[in-house]
């Protein structure tokens, strides 16, 4: 058994157009005015044979189309990739096909569209349940909008999740408790809960530094949001599984819990990261990020030539540390151990686990409440072993 399969296998697509291009926003997003969808079909479906050559009689569990906004992706288009996956690679029975939607490009029609081509779940991006700061955020829809494309998609889809930016500006604690409550009302397995954070290369950032942005919340502001969302889910039957993601139990998202476990996936479109173990060695893969060179690199077949990073067993033990702390599962010690030719050094553990901030239970080692807190002082405390 090679150490992929206990995450799982799955396929990233990156979709790169937005309608606009959000404030806070860091990822791989582009605005255009005219795309020509047939053209990266095309791009898409030749990307999916040449790696599908490389990994074949995989079974692959799970597909998510990111962004961007690919709700903003012609039904059609969906439905010829997920038929040439289907033909490409086994699949895991009832596998989980999901994609990313903003409540502005929502309508009926595509919904419906999207369910016919084989999508089965959604997950959209509200952000904010009030049109005040929903408009201080950048974004398009407003809170009417965003709760009649939640009652759209859940028409078509039995998953939908959403996703909510929380330490906002101006934000009490009083109204993200009042307002995570209805969006516990409102979510039917899944939540995605994120604070703010102020990314590099964003105009939130130029705003920041500017001396822009008032009314951030301050540090422990920001730690009692942090506790009282955990507090509620888990009151609503929604606990944490990772640090960001809320889910009924057997109702996480399968996609990403391949990233968290430290499975196998393929990244495909631009600026798309994958992991790929071939004739034994974990490979780290990742597209150009402009769209056009991406576009010219596949047409001209220049993809291939692309470096693969192969990952020393330093890299892929302290990946798989970073990620699986995340999780409330946590790590596997003896995996970790195979991976990295060694254990975690047994004395930090102790160290951390008398101050309540790690725990372990037979051969796994996860963070307690108090210390998913403080996650990235406890993860570089253990990576310095």
């Known amino acids: 058994m090679e150490d992929w399969q206990h995450g799982g296998f799955g396929l990233y697509l990156h979709w790169p157009y937005c309608e606009s291009k959000c404030p806070y926003c860091d990822f791989n997003s582009h605005v255009a005015t005219q795309i020509d969808q047939s053209q990266w079909q095309r791009a898409y479906l030749s990307e999916i044979d040449r790696l599908g050559q490389e990994t ?48 502005g490009s929502v309508e009926a029609g595509r919904f419906r569209g999207f369910q016919q081509a084989g999508v089965t779940r959604v997950s959209m991006g509200m952000q904010a349940m009030n049109d005040e700061d929903l408009r201080k955020l950048g974004r398009k829809h407003t809170a009417q909008e965003a709760r009649q494309a939640f009652d759209i998609a859940r028409s078509c889809f039995d998953r939908v999740s959403f996703d909510l930016i929380y330490a906002r500006q101006d934000q009490t604690l009083t109204a993200w408790r009042e307002e995570l409550g209805r969006a516990l009302e409102l979510a039917i397995d899944h939540l995605s809960l994120y604070q703010l954070t102020i990314e590099d290369g964003t105009a939130f950032a130029d705003r920041f530094a500017k001396g822009g942005l008032k009314g951030l919340p301050s540090e422990d502001l920001s730690a009692e949001m942090f506790e009282a969302t955990q507090e509620l889910c888990e009151m609503a039957g929604l606990p944490a599984y990772e640090v960001s993601n809320h889910a009924k139990a057997g109702c996480e998202s399968r996609h990403n819990l391949i990233y968290w476990r430290g499975g196998d996936y393929i990244g495909i479109g631009p600026g798309a990261h994958g992991r790929m173990t071939l004739n034994g060695q974990r490979c780290a893969t990742e597209a150009p990020k402009s769209p056009a060179l991406w576009l010219d690199m596949v047409q001209s077949r220049k993809i291939p030539e692309l470096p693969r990073s192969v990952l020393t067993m330093e890299e892929h033990s302290l990946e798989y540390l970073l990620m699986s702390l995340r999780l409330s599962e946590g790590l596997d010690l003896t995996r970790y151990q195979n991976i990295s030719g060694k254990a975690l050094n047994s004395q930090k553990i102790q160290d951390l686990s008398e101050i309540s901030m790690v725990e372990t239970h037979g051969d796994r080692l996860r963070t307690t409440p108090q210390g998913r807190m403080v996650l990235n002082a406890i993860l570089r405390d253990l990576a310095t072993c």
């Open 56 to 103: 074949q009689g995989r079974i692959l569990n799970s597909v998510f189309f990111g962004g961007g906004t690919p709700s903003l992706m012609a039904p059609d288009l969906v439905a010829a990739i997920i038929e040439r996956i289907r033909a490409t690679w086994p699949m895991s029975n009832d596998p989980e096909i999901t994609l990313e939607a903003n409540p």
